[in-house]
């Protein structure tokens, strides 16, 4: 079945930089649209940064100018560059993906520490 794995999270000082990936495994075939999502400790789940298959992004207002989504369709994997990272930051960051002919998929989730 299709599997979505994150990696990339850890531990780093406010101002700093972290790339988080998303390898996607088994036959997805098309994916209209790949996602990063975020959720601190007693808060819901948000939308971070999505991409389409053609490339349009969109981003939360809270990481516009810091953060930058790109997707490497041949590797079928997405990336989420992170800058400037502040301490709201943190939180446990999952990659999601909606396969156009299948359901959609959600990775294990990766920490992302943002200390002050």
């Known amino acids: 079945q299709v599997q979505a794995v994150e990696s990339g999270g850890g531990l780093v000082q406010a101002g700093g930089s972290l790339r988080l990936s998303c390898a996607v495994s088994?036959?997805?075939?098309?994916?209209?649209?790949m996602g990063w999502y975020r959720q601190a400790p007693g808060k819901q789940r948000e939308l971070v940064a999505s991409i389409t298959s053609g490339g349009r992004t969109n981003y939360a207002d809270s990481v516009k100018g810091r953060f930058t989504i790109s997707r490497d369709n041949s590797k079928n994997t997405v990336y989420l560059q992170m800058n400037r990272l502040e301490p709201e930051d943190t939180a446990v960051y999952y990659c999601?993906?909606?396969?156009?002919?299948?359901?959609?998929?959600w990775g294990q989730g990766t920490l992302v520490t943002v200390s002050s």
């Open positions: 999601n993906l909606k396969p156009y002919f299948l359901l959609e998929v």
């Open positions: 088994g036959s997805p075939g098309i994916i209209n649209n």
